[in-house]
């Protein structure tokens, strides 16, 4: 009898040709390397790039986004490599992918289809992998003529007549079914987190945003001393973490550090993760966090800026913070402070800034903050807990029966808290 070759559970990691298109005013014409970032991503997903080819073009190709002569290239360049997968750095449309993949004769994958099977190995909570799950299925709704063409029924084969419909239909009417339904518990997700954002007895929130890998995890554990996980590869993070901060005289502020953005961050999954965005958009105040080192700084802060505005949180208060100081040289640093004279400059790995950026935000709460002179009766004691756990008491007495105290609030708890002072038979007075 012969023996079985040992089974490797492990599967063979794909080996990939990366493409991309450089077009007037795109991402990529921009960057740095047009390549550094979808083979970063790719790698991410677990790939193996053995390759890479990019090409300039007035426009994208119509029938299979590349020219001609440029396809038989990377063709030639996937057989010469042994790839099993072409990953094209731009989104297909349907028909785009499946002349690709007839020229190329290899499999072939586009951004978005990248970025959603990097989400997907990601997703760790019931509703990130809700989430991952709603935009694969958008995306592959107007996919489907290309992946079950061959489920097709035949017509007039036993079983098959009668008032049925074909496969293809099928699939498209259970694929919007399943949307519907995921549709349905991700609102039930949005509005259950949105009333918890509104309703967080904190003075302030602040979110840490930024493009993904800047280093905001590790800047979430310097600031509070959470453990979380800290890896160095995209889209680590993909569910809200949550944790207290305090930023000096008894103030605590709810530190959220939520997704990683990336430049054409697909629609759907922004989207789709809506419900994971809402600590971003009910903040007071957003960190848009930096990788001060990065090549394409300025193509990175415009693509996060991109996101914000999409999911309508482009007017909240937002601090730059240049992270990563520890790897740029002195005439580099000085060149980013003039540019970006109102930005904090800090350093994680060294813990450089870590107090300017304390000092930053508590000016904020300052600034920002109403400074009130309260008279409470004294017998209101959970009245007096209230304003003690959402507010800043600087200096408090009692005099007869009654609670005085100078107190800081951010309008929308004075704007909570001041019916129940005025009729517990408080008064209270706007300190300048």
Known sequence: MSKRAPHDAAPRADRAVVATLVLPGSAAEEAYD????????????????????????????????????????????????????????????????????????????DRTELILDIFASRAQTRQASLQVELAQLEYM???????????????????????GETQLETDRRLVSKKITDLKRKLHAIETRRRREAMGREYPCTVSLVGYTNVGKSS???????????IADQLFATLDTRIRNWQVGEGRQVIL??????VRDLPHGLVASFHATLEETIQADLLLHVCDASAPDLDLQIA????????????????????????RVSADERLLLTRRFPDAIFLSVKTEEGIDDLRAKVAAFLDRWALLLELEIPAEHGRLLSDVRRVGSVREESYREDQWVAEVRLMPRHWSALQPDILAAGGQFRVLP
Request: hydrophobic share 45%.
């Open 34 to 109: 047009p390549l550094e970032e979808i083979s970063a991503l790719a790698e991410a997903a677990g790939a193996n790039v053995v390759g890479g080819i990019s090409q300039r073009l007035p426009k994208i190709n119509a029938r299979a986004a590349f020219g001609k002569g440029k396809i038989a290239e990377i063709g030639a360049l996937a057989k010469e490599l042994d790839a099993s997968v072409v990953i094209v750095d731009h989104p297909l449309s349907p028909s785009q992918g499946v002349n690709l993949e007839k020229d190329l004769c290899v499999r072939v994958v």
């Open 141 to 163: 709704r107007t996919r489907l003529r290309r992946m079950w063409t061959h489920l097709e029924r035949t017509e007039g084969a036993i079983g098959s007549r009668g008032p």
């Open 219 to 229: 800047l979430l554990t310097a600031l509070t001393g959470a453990e979380v996980l």
């Open 256 to 261: 959220a550090d939520t997704v990683g953005f």
């Open 303 to 326: 693509s996060v800026e991109t996101v914000l505005e999409d999911i309508g949180a482009k007017e909240i208060p937002t601090v730059l913070v240049m992270n990563k100081l520890d």
